[in-house]
């Protein structure tokens, strides 16, 4: 059982589309984290999030913590945005145990 | 500023053999972290540092140990290195423990035992 569940697993769009990423959890957290892993292996923190929504660029990132449920959003896709997106996020009763979900693999396609 | 840097990039041991993985950060974080990352498993905590001179163990700590150098330094060592310990490495730093604030992650470490 994984305390933190991404859809999809994999997901290719077209370039220009809007593109939704879905986390469930089901633990109490203290924060939720999106990480963005590129072709190459390195991971790259984007957001931060423990209540409401967040906006940086094209991407944003919502969470509601009575449905423990959160949602990366990718505006206007570009080939770059090509990467594996991680939904990670810190049990708020376990000390310093994290939960990573395994990673919603995204390809933009020109 | 060169971030969280990790060294070896790739490194290829035999059953047995023991290596240590080295972690430094140039951002004056107080907490830093190991992680294993597992195809299908997501990232799994090994070790984590919440402060200079404190270790604790994650989710998968067996098989490691670690060692906080000084504030800037964390590296993980496999004594006894076996194939399930095949794995990509990374190293993870940021301000504090409470994860509230956002991890900066190293490039990783590939590593295959045979």
């Known amino acids: 059982k994984n305390e933190v569940e991404q859809s999809p697993q994999n997901l290719t769009a077209q370039e220009g589309e809007f593109i939704t990423i879905n986390c469930s959890y089901s633990?109490?957290?203290?924060?939720l984290h999106w990480l963005q892993q590129h072709p190459g292996g390195g991971i790259v923190s984007l957001f931060m999030l423990s209540s409401g929504k967040k906006k940086h660029g094209r991407l944003i990132a919502t969470i509601n913590i009575q449905e423990k449920h959160s949602s990366l959003h990718i505006t206007a896709s570009h080939p770059r945005d090509s990467a594996v997106y991680i939904c990670?996020?810190?049990?708020?009763?376990?000390?310093?145990?994290?939960?990573f979900g395994t990673g919603t693999s995204l390809t933009v396609i020109p | 500023n060169a971030g969280v840097t990790q060294t070896p990039k790739f490194q290829v041991l035999k059953t047995g053999q023991s290596m240590t993985l080295q972690c430094a950060q140039d951002m004056n974080h107080n907490s830093m972290y190991w992680y294993r990352q597992d195809p299908g498993m997501g990232l799994r905590l090994i070790y984590y540092s919440a402060s200079e001179g404190t270790t604790d163990k994650g989710e998968v700590p067996n098989g490691y140990n670690v060692s906080r150098l000084n504030k800037r330094e964390f590296s993980l060592r496999l004594e006894s290195a076996a194939p399930s310990q095949t794995s990509v490495y990374f190293c993870a730093s940021s301000e504090g423990v409470t994860l509230q604030e956002t991890q900066y992650f190293g490039p990783g470490t590939r590593l295959l035992v045979l």
């Open positions: 990670a996020v810190r049990g708020s009763n376990t000390g310093n145990q994290f939960y």
């Open positions: 633990v109490g957290i203290s924060a």
